[in-house]
C-alpha cells in the first residue's frame, strides 16, 4: 500500500528539492552576450516563440533570445540565429533560482495558458518584469483556484489575451490596464488557395440558392459515412449538394461510377464540368481546385479524420481561410495543432463516431450554424500577423524602457 504525506507537508518539501536535470542543463549553457528575453512556451507550437522573437529582434537588434519549450519544440521552429532551444526547467524554486542566476535575462515572456508558479514568483522577488501572451482565459488558467490565479496574474507586468472574453473575465482580478486583447493566436497567417474567378462564379451560378457541403479527401473507408449524412441530412435541406473530393483524384471516375449503380444522381468536375440542377453529389476529382471547393460550401467534413486513414488529408486552415465551417473526427493525425487552435476559438465541430455524422450534419447546414462557426475559424486563420505585430510591439517597448533606464 503507498502512503502518501498530507499536502501541507508536501508543498514544503517540494520547495526544498534540488535543483532538476534540466535545470542544471540549461544552466550549463552560458547565454549569448548581451540583454536577455526568456520565452517559456507551453503552446507547444514553437512557431508563435519564433514569430515574435524575430520580430522584436527586429527592433532591439542586440537582444539575445532563450527558449525553453515545455514539449519537444520543431525542427523548423525558425528561431533567430544564436538563440538557446533547451527544455525548461523544473517548475520549483531551487530549479529556477539556477537558471535565473546563470542567465539574469532583462525580460521574461509566458507564451499559452500555463503559469510556472515558482518562476514568476522568483523572478517578481528579482523585479524581473513577466509578459504573459497568446492565452485564453477559460481555456486552462481558470483550473487553478482563485486566489492562486489572482496572485500570480498580480505579478504579471502585462498580459495579452486572445479574445474579449478573457479580458473581462481577467479584469474583475487585476487592474485593466495591464491588459491588452491580441486578437487571435500568435501565427503568421497563410496564404489563402487561390481560384480563377470566372469558374467561381459560374460554378455558383450552376449551383444557384441550392444548400453545399464539401467532403474533403474522403477515402474510401469514409464513404458510407459520408453518404449516410449526405442522405439524412437531405431529409432536412431541400435539394442539398455534396462536393465530394476523393483521396485520389484518379479514383473520380470509379467513385462516379459506383455512385450511379447505387441511385445517385452523380456528375463530375473532369467530365460533365458543372453539376446540373438534378445532381445529388457532384465529384470534385481535382485536387488543385480546393480553393473553388472552399469558397462554393459554407461547411467542409475534413476527409480522413473519422477513420485515421486519409491518403492526404487537407488542413482545416484551408477551409477557414474561405470561410468554410469545418467539421472533423477524432483522428486529427499531422493537423493537430491547427484543430487544436480551431477547438480553443470554438471555431469547429467534432465528432467521435461515424453515429455522430448524420446529426452533426443535420445541424450545420442550417446557415446560422455553420456562419457562426465559420466565422470564429476566420478570426483564427486571419488574425495572427495582428496578433504577433501587437504582442512584439509591447514586449519590445517594455525592454526598451527597462535598458534605458538600466542605462542611465
Given at each position: 500500500?503507498?502512503?502518501?504525506?498530507?499536502?501541507?507537508?508536501?508543498r514544503?518539501?517540494?520547495?526544498?528539492?534540488?535543483?532538476?536535470?534540466?535545470?542544471r542543463?540549461?544552466?550549463?549553457?552560458?547565454?549569448?552576450?548581451?540583454?536577455?528575453l526568456?520565452?517559456?512556451?507551453?503552446?507547444?507550437?514553437?512557431?508563435?516563440?519564433?514569430l515574435?522573437?524575430?520580430?522584436?529582434?527586429?527592433?532591439?537588434?542586440?537582444?539575445?533570445?532563450?527558449?525553453?519549450?515545455?514539449?519537444?519544440?520543431?525542427?523548423?521552429?525558425?528561431?533567430?540565429?544564436?538563440?538557446?532551444?533547451l527544455?525548461?526547467?523544473?517548475?520549483?524554486?531551487?530549479?529556477?533560482?539556477l537558471?535565473?542566476?546563470?542567465?539574469?535575462?532583462?525580460?521574461?515572456l509566458?507564451?499559452g495558458?500555463?503559469l510556472?508558479a515558482?518562476?514568476?514568483?522568483?523572478a517578481?522577488?528579482?523585479d524581473?518584469?513577466?509578459?504573459l501572451?497568446?492565452?485564453?482565459?477559460?481555456?486552462?488558467?481558470?483550473?487553478?483556484?482563485g486566489d492562486?490565479?489572482?496572485?500570480?496574474?498580480?505579478?504579471?507586468?502585462?498580459?495579452?489575451?486572445?479574445?474579449?472574453?478573457?479580458?473581462?473575465?481577467?479584469?474583475?482580478?487585476?487592474?485593466?490596464?495591464?491588459?491588452?486583447?491580441?486578437?487571435?493566436?500568435l501565427?503568421?497567417p497563410?496564404?489563402?488557395?487561390?481560384?480563377?474567378?470566372?469558374?467561381?462564379?459560374s460554378?455558383a451560378?450552376?449551383?444557384?440558392a441550392?444548400?453545399?457541403?464539401?467532403?474533403t479527401?474522403?477515402?474510401?473507408?469514409?464513404?458510407?459515412?459520408?453518404?449516410?449524412?449526405?442522405?439524412?441530412?437531405?431529409?432536412?435541406?431541400?435539394?442539398?449538394?455534396?462536393?465530394?473530393?476523393?483521396d485520389?483524384?484518379?479514383?473520380?471516375?470509379?467513385?462516379?461510377?459506383?455512385?450511379s449503380?447505387?441511385?445517385?444522381?452523380?456528375?463530375?468536375?473532369?467530365?460533365?464540368?458543372?453539376?446540373?440542377?438534378?445532381t445529388?453529389?457532384?465529384?470534385?476529382?481535382?485536387?488543385?481546385?480546393?480553393?473553388?471547393?472552399y469558397?462554393?460550401?459554407?461547411?467542409?467534413?475534413?476527409?480522413g479524420?473519422l477513420?485515421?486513414?486519409?491518403?492526404?488529408?487537407?488542413?482545416?486552415l484551408e477551409?477557414?481561410?474561405?470561410?468554410?465551417?469545418?467539421?472533423h473526427?477524432?483522428?486529427?493525425?499531422?493537423?493537430?495543432?491547427?484543430?487544436?487552435?480551431l477547438?480553443?476559438?470554438?471555431?469547429?465541430?467534432?465528432?467521435?463516431?461515424e453515429?455522430?455524422?448524420?446529426?452533426?450534419?443535420?445541424?450545420?447546414?442550417a446557415p446560422?450554424?455553420?456562419?457562426?462557426?465559420?466565422?470564429?475559424?476566420?478570426?483564427?486563420?486571419?488574425?495572427?500577423?495582428?496578433?504577433?505585430?501587437?504582442?512584439?510591439?509591447?514586449?519590445?517597448?517594455?525592454?526598451e524602457?527597462?535598458?534605458?533606464?538600466?542605462?542611465?
Amino acid at each position: 500500500m503507498r502512503h502518501t504525506l498530507p499536502s501541507w507537508i508536501e508543498r514544503p518539501l517540494a520547495a526544498m528539492r534540488p535543483p532538476g536535470p534540466r535545470a542544471r542543463n540549461a544552466a550549463a549553457h552560458s547565454p549569448p552576450d548581451g540583454p536577455l528575453l526568456w520565452i517559456w512556451d507551453s503552446t507547444g507550437a514553437g512557431s508563435g516563440a519564433a514569430l515574435v522573437a524575430r520580430r522584436v529582434i527586429a527592433r532591439l537588434p542586440d537582444l539575445q533570445i532563450a527558449l525553453t519549450p515545455t514539449s519537444d519544440p520543431p525542427d523548423d521552429a525558425g528561431l533567430p540565429p544564436d538563440a538557446l532551444c533547451l527544455p525548461a526547467p523544473e517548475d520549483r524554486p531551487a530549479s529556477v533560482k539556477l537558471v535565473l542566476d546563470a542567465w539574469r535575462p532583462e525580460m521574461i515572456l509566458l507564451l499559452g495558458n500555463v503559469l510556472p508558479a515558482a518562476l514568476i514568483t522568483e523572478a517578481a522577488r528579482r523585479d524581473i518584469p513577466i509578459a504573459l501572451a497568446d492565452a485564453q482565459f477559460d481555456t486552462g488558467v481558470a483550473a487553478l483556484s482563485g486566489d492562486k490565479i489572482t496572485a500570480l496574474l498580480g505579478r504579471l507586468s502585462r498580459i495579452y489575451l486572445r479574445d474579449g472574453d478573457s479580458r473581462r473575465a481577467l479584469e474583475r482580478r487585476i487592474p485593466a490596464e495591464r491588459i491588452e486583447v491580441s486578437e487571435g493566436a500568435l501565427v503568421e497567417p497563410a496564404e489563402p488557395l487561390t481560384c480563377s474567378e470566372v469558374e467561381r462564379a459560374s460554378m455558383a451560378d450552376a449551383i444557384g440558392a441550392r444548400p453545399v457541403w464539401l467532403a474533403t479527401s474522403v477515402p474510401g473507408e469514409e464513404l458510407r459515412a459520408v453518404l449516410n449524412a449526405h442522405s439524412y441530412a437531405m431529409r432536412h435541406a431541400h435539394r442539398l449538394l455534396l462536393l465530394l473530393a476523393p483521396d485520389r483524384d484518379q479514383d473520380g471516375p470509379a467513385l462516379a461510377q459506383q455512385l450511379s449503380d447505387e441511385g445517385w444522381s452523380v456528375t463530375r468536375r473532369s467530365l460533365e464540368g458543372e453539376p446540373q440542377a438534378t445532381t445529388e453529389i457532384f465529384v470534385a476529382d481535382d485536387a488543385q481546385e480546393y480553393g473553388l471547393w472552399y469558397r462554393l460550401a459554407p461547411l467542409s467534413y475534413m476527409g480522413g479524420t473519422l477513420s485515421g486513414l486519409g491518403h492526404a488529408p487537407r488542413a482545416p486552415l484551408e477551409a477557414a481561410a474561405l470561410g468554410s465551417a469545418v467539421l472533423h473526427g477524432p483522428h486529427l493525425g499531422r493537423h493537430r495543432a491547427q484543430y487544436l487552435r480551431l477547438e480553443v476559438a470554438h471555431a469547429c465541430r467534432g465528432i467521435r463516431t461515424e453515429d455522430d455524422f448524420p446529426d452533426a450534419m443535420a445541424d450545420l447546414i442550417a446557415p446560422d450554424r455553420a456562419a457562426h462557426l465559420a466565422h470564429n475559424a476566420w478570426l483564427v486563420s486571419s488574425g495572427g500577423a495582428g496578433a504577433v505585430e501587437t504582442v512584439a510591439g509591447g514586449i519590445a517597448a517594455l525592454l526598451e524602457a527597462r535598458l534605458t533606464k538600466g542605462s542611465r
